[in-house]
């Protein structure tokens, strides 16, 4: 009972959220077009609790990176390819 009124106490902007919760906003963030469109929208301030924005605004950073490593590790092998075939 005290660790409901615990988080009774917390403001709703601060309430923590599950394990689960992560899980599926991470499998909504995944999806191709519809998952980086809420990914904007959540990360760009339309919630009000901050763990959530927190979580979204890692998860681009994360997806920038990723995109950035992969169009890089592309264009490397693409130019060694390339200069394999001459």
């Given amino acids: 009972m005290k660790e ?3 988080r009774k106490s917390i403001p709703e902007e601060y309430q923590p959220l599950s394990m689960w919760t ?3 906003y ?3 963030f995944s999806l191709p077009i519809i998952g ?3 990914l904007l929208i ?3 301030g339309k919630t009000k609790n901050k763990n959530l924005k927190n979580f979204a605004r890692s998860y681009f950073c994360f997806q920038i990176l990723s995109i950035s ?3 890089i590790l592309l264009i ?3 130019s ?3 200069v394999n075939l001459l």
């Fill in 4 to 6: 409901e009124e615990k």
């Fill in 22 to 24: 992560y899980f599926g």
């Fill in 26 to 28: 991470e499998i909504v």
């Fill in 36 to 38: 980086f469109i809420m």
């Fill in 42 to 44: 959540i990360s760009l």
């Fill in 69 to 71: 490593l992969i169009t």
């Fill in 76 to 78: 490397l092998f693409i």
């Fill in 80 to 82: 060694i390819y390339a």
